[in-house]
């Protein structure tokens, strides 16, 4: 069965940078994207940033020229470099993987941006 995992989320002061990663393991075929979503305290649910496995990337845009989309498909893994953070990114993050068979998504991880 497919299982997402995701890891890096953390505290961190507003200016700062994390990384966020996500493996995807299981029988999973002709992943056709990955993504990143998040959803904070009393909001929808939005996409942060997605990337195809063919390396086409967009993003909210919130995050332009600050946060980076990068994925290592021979590991089933994407990652998402967030630098300059600010309070408004506080959030859960989700892993999103769109495949053939189905789509999926991961347990979250929580990134606080403050002082």
Same mark, same amino acid.
Do not use: H
């Given at each position: ?12 002061? =507003? ?7 996500? *493996?995807?393991?299981?029988? +999973?075929?002709?992943?056709? *994207?990955?993504? !990143?979503?998040?959803? *904070? =305290?009393? #909001? ?11 390396? +086409?990337?967009?993003? +909210?845009?919130?995050? #332009? ?9 021979? #590991? ?14 506080? *959030? ?12 999926? !998504? ?10």
């Amino acid at each position: 069965q497919v299982q997402l995992v995701e890891s890096g989320g953390g505290l961190v002061q =507003p200016g700062g940078s994390l990384r966020l990663s996500c *493996a995807a393991s299981g029988s +999973i075929f002709s992943i056709a *994207a990955m993504g !990143w979503y998040r959803q *904070a =305290p009393g #909001k929808q649910r939005e996409l942060v940033a997605r990337i195809t496995s063919g390396g +086409i990337t967009n993003y +909210i845009d919130s995050v #332009k020229g600050r946060f980076t989309i990068s994925s290592d498909n021979a #590991k089933n893994t994407v990652y998402l470099q967030m630098n300059s953070l600010k309070t408004e990114d506080t *959030a859960v993050y989700y892993c999103n993987v769109d495949a053939v068979i189905g789509r999926y !998504w991961g347990k979250g991880t929580l990134v606080t941006v403050s002082s």
